[in-house]
């Protein structure tokens, strides 16, 4: 091994090829797999995987102490775990002293300072590969923290961070971490306004963000929204912006610094004094790592935080035990980083494993629809993980795109972020795992930070369109609306209720940013000392689950979580918008689409004028994401006589349902269910 990095080393670094650069690290990632020896936690068998669930329910303590022992820490834990629900408080690894940064990339260096630690694929596959190798992550994640000192951040500090999908971008986000600042990533298809809430929201006083982004065909002028976000805000000191499409951009005097002047600059600090170069601050394991908002039943989006020990530790436990990863192999996950899928399975968890991370720029169907598959078979990608939607979308293009397209490296596959329909679950099965990679169907949420029910590639069984078995650490129980645990059986030996988990696992939710009360209310008020997931779920004669989708106003559009009340609160914005009513209702390849009821009052324009500038208005006020497939204007909506609007005639109507409404009697005002029934778009 020495000899091998002595005598590649030089030449790597030399190495302007790229075909020649990736086929150098192809063979180090074949090499390290012979070499370094798989995880002491990996589990082998579905009789290890019984045992081990086993010991994490009667012997969480002992169990979780073993597990991360396996990392590095700079003063061992005082106790694993002490929690309760009721406030709630949980505390994991509690005294125990860390930064995560020094396990995602500092340990790593002796053995794996020469792997990639980070394969970049731009968005226009005639642009260049990146390989960022461990020693280099470490050079450019050192050599960053240093830039965001000599900014002021300081631990404790919040960083917005607002960028497309280059290595930069996990660059800022581990550097946050190497100084203890807290980062909070906001998609890049977020809109200014959505900005400037998180901003406000977080309190946040520094940004990092690019000059744009590539998606596909299109240019997304980052730092023009941002801009705009931030026009009327007085307490961000630092804009850090990274050049990456070289658009035009403004660039304020004091507030706004290049990100390339202040690296040389730091670079040459580095150099100067190697004492600072490698400085990780010192963290308490329930010191907060990062602020991610979502979407909950209310208007407004929730400030989830994470913890740094926990997190790290169930990041890394589920990445090696879910996807059964072995050294070497290349790891794509194709979320953005701006959504937990992103922080969790792009950065952390495999970077603590020491695997390789492909992070891709672009979308699944720019400059065609073979763009995954071209990059597998470029990369000889190992593990594949994606969302269902991305599965339909593709299914959608036929099998023209994978012609020629070699995808024999692939050995594992996965999904996240919807239910799977079985139709989607073999297409991906067939003509992308050609039957002979195991999917993993896994389920979880933001506020988990980590898969909670799937099952482990190769190891535990799968059923299409099932999440299957909880991790270890992860008690899972159905209840009824009053929150009792639903014993009965239907015909079919299957149980069904709305999920909840029984105890404290080691990356759940530590509190919503700013409003502890918030987090209480959301998750742990509605059941008493249960966790609600807000989703409903069926349970087999196996124990198997399996995730139907959300019970409460929550939308699930592509695989993004939507507030109905905050797609009503954008619409309800535009001049001449009474009132609005959205819902869900099932779309092939988004999972859900969003179809707007809305009461307008105001000038009677042409409708499709009135339409595209309700589209505009949610576009302002969230983003393209939120904007509705489907706005009906209707006179009334159906409400009760206390003022509630009955959705579940609303979602029945979007359903396409024409009778079989229930009870209406209630309603103030009946006759309006006929005629927006007849109104339906
Ligand atoms: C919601 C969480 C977890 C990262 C991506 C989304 C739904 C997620 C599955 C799955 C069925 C799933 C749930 C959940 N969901 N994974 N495998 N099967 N539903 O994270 O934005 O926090 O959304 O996504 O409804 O509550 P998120």
């Known amino acids: 091994m020495e000899m091998y990095d002595s005598l590649c080393s030089p030449l790597l670094d030399k190495c302007q090829s790229e075909k020649l650069n990736l086929l150098f690290y192809k063979l180090y990632n074949k090499i390290m797999s012979?070499?370094?020896?798989?995880?002491?936690?990996?589990?082998?068998?579905?009789?290890?995987?019984?045992?081990?669930?086993?010991?994490?329910?009667?012997?969480?303590?002992?169990?979780?102490?073993?597990?991360?022992?396996?990392?590095?820490?700079?003063?061992?834990?005082?106790?694993?775990?002490?929690?309760?629900?009721?406030?709630?408080?949980?505390?994991?690894?509690?005294?125990?002293?860390?930064n995560i940064t020094e396990n995602c990339i500092d340990r790593h260096l002796q053995k794996l300072g020469n792997q990639a630690a980070i394969i970049w694929e731009p968005n226009n596959p005639e642009e260049k590969t990146r390989v960022i190798t461990y020693s280099q992550l470490h050079k450019s994640v050192c050599q960053f923290a240093q830039v965001l000192k000599n900014n002021g951040v300081t631990k404790g500090d919040r960083v917005c961070i607002y960028m497309g999908m280059v290595p930069e971008l996990a660059f800022a986000v581990l550097a946050c971490a190497r100084i203890g600042a807290i980062h909070n990533?906001?998609?890049?298809?977020?809109?200014?306004?959505?900005?400037?809430?998180?901003?406000?929201?977080?309190?946040?006083t520094f940004i990092i963000t690019c000059d744009g982004a590539y998606r596909g065909a299109k240019l997304i002028p980052l730092k023009n929204v941002i801009d705009e976000a931030i026009i009327e805000n007085k307490k961000i000191k630092k804009v850090i912006v990274f050049e990456r499409t070289q658009n035009p951009v403004s660039m304020l005097k004091e507030r706004d610094v290049w990100w390339k002047d202040e690296m040389k600059f730091a670079e040459m600090q580095l150099e100067n004094d190697v004492s600072i170069s490698t400085n990780a601050e010192v963290m308490d394991a329930e010191d907060p790592l990062f602020i991610l908002y979502t979407s909950g039943s209310t208007g407004k989006p929730k400030g989830v935080v994470h913890s740094c020990a926990g997190y790290m530790v169930w990041t890394t436990y589920t990445f090696v035990n879910v996807f059964q990863y072995k050294p070497g192999q290349i790891h794509f996950c194709t979320a953005d980083i701006?959504?937990?899928?992103?922080?969790?399975?792009?950065?952390?968890?495999?970077?603590?494993?020491?695997?390789?991370?492909?992070?891709?720029?672009?979308?699944?169907?720019?400059?065609?629809?073979?763009?995954?598959?071209?990059?597998?078979?470029?990369?000889?990608?190992?593990?594949?993980?994606?969302?269902?939607?991305?599965?339909?979308?593709?299914?959608g293009f036929g099998l023209d795109p994978l012609q020629g397209k070699d995808l024999s490296s692939l050995k594992i596959l996965g999904t996240v972020g919807e239910p799977i329909n079985e139709e989607a679950w073999h297409w991906y099965d067939e003509n992308i795992g050609k039957k002979k990679c195991?999917?993993?169907?896994?389920?979880?949420?933001?506020?988990?930070?980590?898969?909670?029910?799937?099952?482990?590639?190769?190891?535990?069984?799968?059923?299409?369109s099932w999440a299957t078995l909880p991790m270890p650490g992860?008690?899972?129980?159905?209840?009824?609306?009053?929150?009792?645990?639903?014993?009965?059986?239907?015909?079919?030996g299957m149980q069904k209720g709305n999920l909840c988990i029984k105890a404290a696992w080691p990356s759940i939710v530590r509190t919503t940013y700013g409003d502890h009360g918030r987090c209480r209310n959301n998750y742990f008020a509605t059941y008493k000392n249960l966790y609600f997931t807000g989703d409903g779920a069926i349970k087999d004669e196996n124990g198997f689950f399996r995730i139907t989708g959300r019970?409460?106003?929550?939308?699930?559009?592509?695989?993004?979580?939507?507030?109905?009340?905050?797609?009503?609160?954008?619409?309800?914005?535009?001049?001449?918008?009474v009132e609005s009513a959205v819902v869900g209702y099932p779309n092939e390849i988004k999972g859900q689409g969003i179809y707007a009821f809305v009461i307008y009052n105001?000038?009677?324009?042409?409708?499709?004028?009135?339409?595209?500038?309700?589209?505009?208005?949610?576009?302002?006020?969230?983003?393209?994401?939120?904007?509705?497939?489907?706005?009906?204007?209707?006179?009334?909506?159906?409400?009760?006589?206390?003022?509630?609007?009955?959705?579940?005639?609303?979602?029945?109507?979007?359903?396409?349902?024409?009778?079989?409404?229930?009870?209406?009697t209630t309603l103030l005002d009946p006759a309006i269910v006929e005629e927006i029934k007849n109104g339906k778009i």
Request: cysteine-free; hydrophobic content about 40%.
């Open 34 to 98: 012979d070499v370094v020896s798989s995880f002491p936690f990996q589990i082998h068998s579905f009789e290890e995987y019984e045992k081990s669930y086993k010991a994490s329910i009667e012997q969480p303590e002992n169990f979780w102490a073993s597990i991360a022992s396996n990392f590095y820490w700079k003063k061992k834990w005082d106790k694993v775990q002490e929690w309760n629900f009721s406030e709630p408080k949980v505390e994991w690894f509690k005294g125990a002293k860390l």
């Open 185 to 204: 990533v906001i998609f890049g298809g977020f809109s200014a306004q959505s900005i400037t809430d998180r901003i406000e929201d977080s309190q946040a």
């Open 338 to 395: 701006g959504w937990i899928t992103g922080h969790s399975y792009i950065i952390y968890g495999p970077l603590a494993a020491g695997a390789t991370s492909l992070l891709f720029e672009g979308i699944p169907t720019w400059p065609d629809a073979g763009r995954f598959w071209d990059i597998v078979d470029k990369h000889k990608v190992e593990i594949l993980y994606t969302a269902p939607t991305a599965i339909r979308t593709l299914m």
């Open 438 to 464: 195991p999917i993993v169907d896994t389920w979880w949420q933001t506020e988990t930070g980590g898969i909670m029910i799937s099952n482990l590639a190769g190891i535990t069984p799968a059923k299409p």
């Open 474 to 492: 992860v008690q899972p129980i159905l209840v009824d609306e009053k929150g009792k645990e639903v014993i009965e059986k239907n015909d079919l």
């Open 551 to 577: 019970v409460d106003d929550v939308l699930n559009v592509s695989g993004h979580r939507i507030s109905t009340a905050e797609v009503e609160n954008a619409i309800n914005m535009y001049a001449g918008v």
């Open 602 to 664: 105001g000038n009677q324009k042409e409708l499709e004028i009135i339409r595209t500038n309700i589209l505009q208005t949610v576009t302002k006020i969230i983003g393209p994401i939120a904007k509705p497939d489907k706005i009906q204007l209707v006179s009334g909506l159906p409400k009760t006589r206390s003022g509630k609007i009955m959705r579940r005639i609303l979602r029945k109507i979007a359903e396409g349902e024409s009778e079989n409404f229930g009870d209406i």
